[in-house]
């Protein structure tokens, strides 16, 4: 697969490079973007991407673009909570994030367009975000952020990835059907008997103001009218179609034939025409208790936060059958096996050979020291509401099966960039609060008890 060179490659400068200024020049080398692009390995980010990328013929169409730059994109994105075109405009307007995604000089147009970027990521694929989080734990165990010994402790939780779709109600499904129907037929060169093209938003709005007005049985009425019509269209393209426009029709008939024909206690209902993939989640929770989207598990290091696992599981499965599943990811993505998981109720009753499971669940089975690390176990939910609020994981807005499986894994990459900005800005402040007294002891050595709050605690002598 050929690749655009990267900026940061000293041979693809302009001739007239000489006179600019050069971005490591111009920008503050602390802040918080500088510090995890120098310390990102990104040779090996951009080796490891490159060889995952779906292969093209030689000579087909032109380079594509340079791996480092679509991938610091991406971690930017999660990183930011943005939008494809706001990533891109940001980038524009910041040279610290022109300086992460590689570039030397500061750049006055768009590297992409941003639905280049939408295409790369689907090339990407899971494996793809897998790798690109992989990625991010091995910088922090490059940095020392974290220690190997850490990584065998971790905090797992599952939550509702909800998914860009409106709340499903018989009649707006019902409506969206029949204007589907009415628009591929038409697409199709087939003409209808009648489209319904007044009638059937009138009809919508008529079951809305009955709902909104507790007159059930009249809203109910309504909808069997809607059912009525979604009928008569599908029974007028069956008659008039050819085999050729009813292979064309043939997706949009059988969504619209499920929605009529599916009743409140059917299993496998559709929730969104656009969306099929879609389920209905119960988490339990008294202000939502139904969500639509896919159920998503997230694996955090219990002590300190960076999550090591994340992926989705289409299906809606029990908590505790996604637990060998999850584990078996961790492990792969850290390269270290997992000694204890801590979980809650949720996962009772599973369990995995060689890991330790601990829950609540039999308490007087449970030693002081096993008690005093299930405290830990909350770690987690701070994480995946940090997830939802700053990282896009309070709505999925990618396409499809696939993008329900990127989506947490990119928000997790996201996650740990911010993560290791925030770690090498404590441990920048923990080393200047050491200099002064360094520098006073003649560099004899860190004192005992600096700490990364700036304060050194009083003590004789030089230290060893």
């Excluded at 009955?210 to 069997?224: D, G, S």
């Excluded at 560099?443 to 990364?452: D, E, I, L, M, T």
């Amino acid at each position: 697969m050929r690749h655009r060179p990267s900026p940061s490659d000293e041979q693809n400068h302009r001739s007239d490079d000489l006179f600019r200024a050069r971005l490591d020049q111009i920008i503050r080398s602390n802040h918080p973007l500088v510090r995890p692009a120098d310390a990102m390995p990104w040779e090996g980010i951009v080796e490891q991407v490159a060889d995952l990328l779906p292969p093209t013929p030689e000579g087909a169409g032109r380079a594509s673009l340079p791996v480092r730059m679509m991938v610091g994109l991406l971690y930017l994105k999660y990183a930011y909570n943005l939008s494809d075109d706001q990533v891109l405009e940001r980038w524009l307007e910041s040279p610290y994030m022109q300086y992460f995604t590689g570039e030397v000089y500061f750049q006055h147009e768009l590297p992409c367009d941003p639905s280049s970027l939408t295409r790369w990521r689907n090339r990407l694929d899971e494996a793809g975000a897998e790798e690109l989080l992989a990625q991010t734990i091995e910088a922090a165990k490059t940095l020392k952020a974290i220690r190997p010994r850490e990584l065998r402790v971790v905090s797992i939780d599952t939550t509702a990835q909800e998914k860009n779709v409106a709340h499903p109600t018989d009649s707006r499904l019902l409506e969206v059907a029949r204007s589907k129907l009415a628009e591929r037929a038409a697409e199709a060169g087939i003409k209808l008997r009648q489209s319904y093209a007044r009638t059937g938003p009138r009809l919508n709005r008529q079951a809305g103001r009955y709902a909104h007005a507790r007159q059930y049985q009249r809203m109910r009425r309504v909808i069997k009218r809607q059912r009525t019509i979604v009928g008569r269209l599908l029974r007028d393209i069956d008659r008039k179609a050819t085999p050729d426009q009813m292979a064309q029709l043939a997706e949009t008939m059988h969504r619209a034939r499920r929605l009529k024909e599916q009743k409140t206690k059917s299993k496998n209902k559709l929730y969104a025409f656009h969306a099929p993939e879609v389920e209905c989640i119960s988490k339990g929770k008294a202000r939502q208790p139904y969500e639509f989207g896919v159920k998503a598990s997230f694996v955090v290091t219990a002590h300190k936060g960076l999550i090591v696992g994340a992926r989705s599981f289409p299906g809606n499965p029990y908590d505790g059958d996604t637990l060998a599943e999850q584990l078996e990811q961790t492990a792969i993505l850290t390269d270290t096996p997992v000694k204890t998981a801590l979980v809650d109720l949720g996962y009772r009753g599973r369990e995995v050979e060689g890991i330790r499971i601990l829950h609540r669940g039999k308490p007087k089975r449970m030693s002081k020291a096993e008690k005093r690390l299930l405290k830990r176990r909350q770690a987690v939910e701070p994480s995946i509401g940090h997830l939802k609020a700053d990282h896009r994981m309070r709505r999925n807005f990618l396409k499809g099966a696939l993008g329900d499986a990127m989506n947490p894994i990119l928000a997790a990459a996201g996650f740990n960039i911010r993560w290791l900005m925030r770690w090498l800005m404590v441990f920048l402040r923990w080393i200047l609060s050491c200099v002064p007294r360094l520098l006073n002891q003649g560099g004899h050595g860190y004192p005992r008890n600096c700490r990364a709050s700036g304060r050194i605690a009083e003590h004789s002598g030089p230290t060893s």
